[in-house]
């Protein structure tokens, strides 16, 4: 596993990378990634609800998601979408996303993945796969993945850690889309993360956002109630 970076550092790696990036045609230019939001699941732990659905400071879960994931500068952003599709399509429907549906999202999470990669353009060199049920998640600390991820020198696994725990969303390179595409069931990207610890770089944020995902009735009160004592 590569250091972790340091917030302080990230605006100087950034440019750094700009320097040492491989021309294409001509032009010096930085690693083109992608946003991939999951959003198909059955809410099976949130009871009968849809948590991705669930009202948080006025929106829906998932829509402070994607809106986060769209401010990060990660582009295009593609919304995997399955169980009750067309109510997570309305809830973000005026946010700049592209939809894919995923038939097989009964079969667990690795299908949306599975069903979001083969959505991808090919010029595209990352990833940065984002959880629907994760809405404290903020753009700033996305921004560092992408100012962090750079494969041409080893950092293709981009992972955020908070207070030193490792969190999501994570930021892979295009050289692991094969293996996650070979995934099964109810497994993600951080399955397949341990047997690539030489490519990972932990990538220290602010926001606690990144190991906060609401997934049961417990969770959603939680949110609610640290909102409330914010207000």
Known sequence: MKQPVPLDDLQLLSRAQ????????GVLQ?????????????????????????????????????????????????????????????AT???????????????????????????????IDGVLVALGDMPRVNPRDLGCLQAAFDPNEGRAICVPTYQGKRGNPVLLGRQLFAELQRLEGDRGA????????????????????VLLDV??????????????RAS
């Open 18 to 25: 700009d320097w040492r990036r491989e021309h294409r045609n």
């Open 30 to 90: 930085r690693p083109r990634v992608a946003g991939l939001v999951l959003a198909a699941g059955g809410s099976r732990r949130m009871g009968q609800a849809n948590k991705l659905l669930q009202p948080w400071r006025g929106e829906a879960l998932v829509r402070h998601v994607v809106r986060a994931v769209v401010k990060s500068g990660a582009a295009p952003v593609y919304l995997v979408v399955g169980h009750q599709a067309e109510a997570v399509i309305q």
């Open 93 to 123: 429907e005026d946010l700049p996303v592209m939809v894919v549906h995923n038939p097989d999202h009964a079969e667990g999470l690795s299908s949306s993945l599975r069903a979001g990669l083969c959505a991808l353009p090919d010029e």
């Open 190 to 209: 951080r399955s397949l993360i341990g047997g690539h610890e030489d490519l990972v770089t932990e990538v220290a944020v602010e926001g606690a956002g």
């Open 215 to 228: 997934d049961t009735p417990a969770a959603l009160e939680q949110l609610r109630r640290g909102a409330a």
